[in-house]
RNA sequence: GCCUCUGUGGCGGAAUUGGUAGACGCGACGGAUUCAAAAUCCGUUUCUGGCAACAGAGUGCCGGUUCGAGUCCGGCCAGGGGCACCA
């Protein structure tokens, strides 16, 4: 009598089962002699509250990969915490008048009960969230060590500031250059803040980024282009004139009005096609100018009224104004440039100093055909000609011939560099050097619910670090909301702390963290909260699955982290690369519903009648809209934990698995989870089936050998897929020897073994998908023990190979005809076998042959004429 | 604006290094089972023409390299991710 898989009890009944045996518990090193290590890690969620599918898929594709791994034997580490500190609990705050710890924790314990119901082979005992003082206390003292490594340093910078709430404001938290909140224009202002000094290790990040080769290619190259190393030359260009009221500086300090200016550029071989010079907006000069002119003054607080995004700087309308000053060129003393400030000059990139050449530059070239500056090109496209060749609105950047250059005329562009900066090192005017894109890493955050940055401000001793055995700095617990700004800033006691040198008053820091400090080295945290020498063991993490939004950011942190962290001898990590492997998984989309009127609907709101969607509670018409990752604001969402009531944690597993390469969107729909539950029972029913008869060993007749090839095949095959994260090859593969296995249950007696043994296998393959009902088949056949806890199969290379193959014949390139020849055959056999076709025969009568190229156990391709 | 990725049937997608395009699933259609339905099982399903055998076209668009291109090269178009205070 067959019988029906019920999750609803087999799911529940094996997770307690395994808690019990604590089979996902972490073995140390020691107990485990022999085994290669495998850190699995998958980037921890942040504590929303609910889990939604995009958590599934992540969650689900990193337990694959770690039963996996056990069973082939590894020692395997796969751990789980929460990335807890951030902005949305002090939103909670703000809105609801929750504190944000409680919120937070109140939202790891319901988001830790939806874990659990997914069944995945997570060890638990090694959970913490960043916002612990436990963990945050350790952040503190790693902070203090790299500051005593000069890995930490304090600068001015800006931030976007709201000068109605007074408080500074998230790029996030500015929409359309206006406050979220107090929706007052946002203003640029400057505030002195802590930077970790990631660009000491520019070039190691840059080079060893190349050499990850278990790292997706695109993001290496995202983080190459980020850290953005190039080469070329600073420039000093003399002052010609400067307006009389620049006043001479004090001994020592630099003399604007004659100073020369300091320019960076990639293109030195643009020289003589120069026609300005442009300086950022909060560039030294264009201060001291705008303290005497009022035109000079209100551009530069134009530009400050710009957000600090690279976005908006990039997309603003190129603009700007002329100083007043000019200067010579490097390379001819009577050629005079004016000096503009432009709003497009970064003062955080290079010097904050451009020369202009808009004939080989688009922003450039915007600015001058915009203020009418000269516009000389310099550089020849191949294939131009000299006398017809001009530049109109489009600048050319590319390579070339340079011409109207003088000594450089007739050169490549590449030669040219080298020429001009020769000549410049001869004249005094300017040095070959290298220069990066990327920043110090500021990490002052004006708020509450984040690290306290553990240093106390001294009148008399400067910056002093709170001493060891006075960390954790706590966060105090009474503090409020009700008004925007800083509730450390405001707290009436907590800053005001005596200095743990001289003992006077002093202030405590009440800037914290940026979050992506806390998880920057949380993968270092889960190998060992204490015993370093497991620290070694375990890392670097062997798999990392995570979202490709962290493709730059989180990535490059940590991996500047756990350099850092070596270097004050926090971690034994040579090459200080913390994740070996890296795979950057796709996002969960779904169908979007509108009403007539217009609001978001939920999928469990509408139905489909007739082909066209209505709302069910009204039958309104609904029009169906764009599939997009899914978002509380469209409504799109599936609620994992009705998903998992309704079908089982397997199904809403094998479903974010089943359908769409793993670094690709997958989208969610009904009909696609139904028909991944009806598999479910398929599946089972093969396991059903052979339940109740004998189990034999697999025998050697025909119809044996059939079941058996077709199941060693299959396991080896999603063996592979595995290894490789083509999780929905294997799921198609699985699909496929299901059908096999139900097809032989019309087989004779004599293949019951080659059932078994074929069933025996896939349940251990089906494991790393669907966990739960794997332990049901495997139980259901008689398996010993957990298969969880049972090793890869064992797959026989021989059952797995063929010894013929077809091959395709194509005539000039069209498939013609289909032969089956034994493998490794003769190539001339082949080519006379293809020949003889009469499919083929019949295309090359009356033709001559002229060709025939034959690749082995692939295809043959007959050229006539 | 800059960096980066993606584009294949009605839909999600498969296709080792350039070698039989459409595996597998969803949906649809037809059939079996059933008093009927649900569930299940079997079959068909890229498009166009044709009763059929078969022929032609076809991997976002345009062009190129090659005996052979979804795959490589050049140019476009569309969509996604990131752009340093969202995580």
Redesign the pocket.
Known sequence: MATRYDPQTAEPKWREAWDEAQLFRTKSPKDAPGAPKAYVLEMFP?PSGRLHMGHVRNYAMGDVVARHKRAKGFNVLHPMGW?AF???AENAAMERGVHPGSWTYQNIAAMKAQFLKLGLSLDWSREFATCDPEYYGAQQALFLKLMDKGLVYRKASK??WDPVDNT?????QVIDGKGWRSGAPVEQRE?T?WFFRITQYAEDLLERVQKLERWP??VR??QA?WIGRSQGALIWWPIAEAPDFLPPSPEGEPNHATDPIEVYTTRPDTLFGASFLALAPDHPLTKAIAGHRPDVAAFVKECSTMG????EI??AEKKGVDLGVSVRHPFDPDWILPVWTANFVLSSYGTGAIFGSPAGD?RDLDFARKYDLPVTPVVLPPGAEAATHSIDDEAYTGPGQIYNSRFLDGLSTQDAITSAIEELVKLGRGKATTQY???D??V???RYWGCPIPVIHCESCGVVAVPEDQLPVQLPDDVTFDKPGNPLDRHPTWKHVDCPKCGKPARRETDTL???VDSSWYYARFASPEDMGERAYWLPVDQYVGG??????HLLYSRFFARAMRDVGELDLPSGEPFAGLFTQGMVTHETYKSASGQWLQPSEVEQVDGSWAEISTGAPVKPGPIE?MSKSKKNTVDPDAIIAQFGADVARWFVL????PE????W?Q??V??AA??A??LWSVFDALGDLPETAPGHDAESMVVRKASHKAAASIDKAIEEF?F??G??TI??WV?AL?KAESAPESAIGARFEGASMLARCLTPFMPHLAESCWERIGGEGFVSAAPWPVIDKVLTEDDTV???V?V??K?RA?ITVLKGEANDVVEAAALAEPDVASYIAGKSVK?T?V?PG??V?I?VA
């Open positions: 942040y990335d951030g902005m949305p931030v976007n500074v404001l998230a790029n996030e505030l803040q290619e695109k190259i995202m282009n600090t995004s690279e976005v990039e997309k688009q894109r990327l920043r890493w500021g002052s955050r004006q940026d979050t992506f490709i939004e962290h493709a730059v950011l990752k089943s359908d769409s390469p690709r969107d997958v989208e729909t009909a696609g139904e028909g009806r598999f029972q398929r083509r929905n090859s799921v198609a699909h496929e059908t139900k077809t091959m395709a194509q000039n390139g498939r289909e060709k190229i690749v692939r295809i391709n050229v």
